[in-house]
DNA sequence: TAATAAAAAGACTTTTTTATCCTTAATTAA
DNA sequence: TTAATTAAGGATAAAAAAGTCTTTTTATTA
């Protein structure tokens, strides 16, 4: 459904949102890190994200990634769009190249649902409601990554 | 979530369910033809599924693939194990390594319940009350695939 | 202004997934 | 019993995805 790299970007994202602002900016290092991802491939996605305008980056000393107030409206589904493209997220459950309530597979009335559902709240929520969500819920929802 | 290899998988054994018995076998190149899958490639899947004890098969001329009685009993999810193995299906939608009600992802919520529900249907219902349930159903329900 | 720290960019490598090809074995029917 | 047909098996190839390395550019601070 989606790539790694795009699971490592909408992550990315999402801790640069609670953890970053245009006075503390954090690097690829300390994200990777944190996130548990291998280093240089997250520095190209966050490149690719900044090329995009969905990140903001400085270089130097103090310098690294964060996101500025317009990067902050931005949907999870622009990452989404950066990374994989539309396309690839929008596939059927079974690999059909037509599956519609018309022409449904037969997993599509389960699929469906529940693919309009993310698509919502991907589209729908700014990246800083994700991240007033994830800091004000009551559970400890996690980007950061424990490897088992 | 599924390889394409297991979805290819997973609309073969349906369409010999719903086509094939041990009177009329079906050759991987009508198969493939109809599914629109590569025909080597399923080939390989299908040698897989019969050394897995999921499909049956026959040589020679009037040969090819069918579903005996045992087989028929088996489930979607079998199939599944047979070719991706349960760990591939049981990801964590963001990419974390450990994903749970305590320690969910910011879309662990929406996501799990889905999961869920496709694993039941998977793991509970036998490939000949899928094929019933295709068969007998209002809608058109597809494994061919068109190309759009 | 020099040293340093960090991102940008591009080329490259590795791994995984998908797909093909070729030879052998089994079965059927003429 | 021979020709035709179809699966089985193994080796290989192609494509896509994931990941690395090296050099260049930009900003900071001493």
Redesign the interface.
């Known amino acids: 459904?989606?790539s790694?790299a795009c699971?490592?970007a909408?992550?990315s994202m999402?801790y640069l949102a609670i953890h970053a602002d245009g006075t503390k900016k954090i690097g690829v290092n300390k994200i990777a890190d944190d996130l548990?991802t291998p280093q240089p491939f997250l520095a190209k996605l966050l490149q690719q994200l900044q090329r995009d305008k969905l990140v903001s980056s400085m270089k130097g000393p103090k310098g690294g990634f964060f996101l500025d107030e317009k990067n902050k409206e931005n949907s999870v589904w622009d990452i989404v769009m950066s990374i994989d493209g539309a396309a690839k997220f929008d596939q059927c459950?079974?690999?059909?190249?037509?599956?519609s309530d018309e022409?449904?597979?037969?997993?599509?009335s389960?699929?469906f649902p529940?693919k309009q559902?993310?698509l919502e709240?991907f589209r729908d929520k700014t990246i800083v409601q994700?991240a007033g969500?994830?800091k004000n819920s009551g559970?400890?929802?996690?980007?950061k990554?424990?490897?088992?």
């Open positions: 459904m989606l790694k699971k490592y909408i992550r999402l548990k459950f079974l690999g059909l190249s037509k599956c022409n449904p597979c037969p997993v599509h389960i699929a529940f559902r993310i709240d994700w969500e994830i559970k400890v929802i996690s980007l990554d424990i490897e088992v």
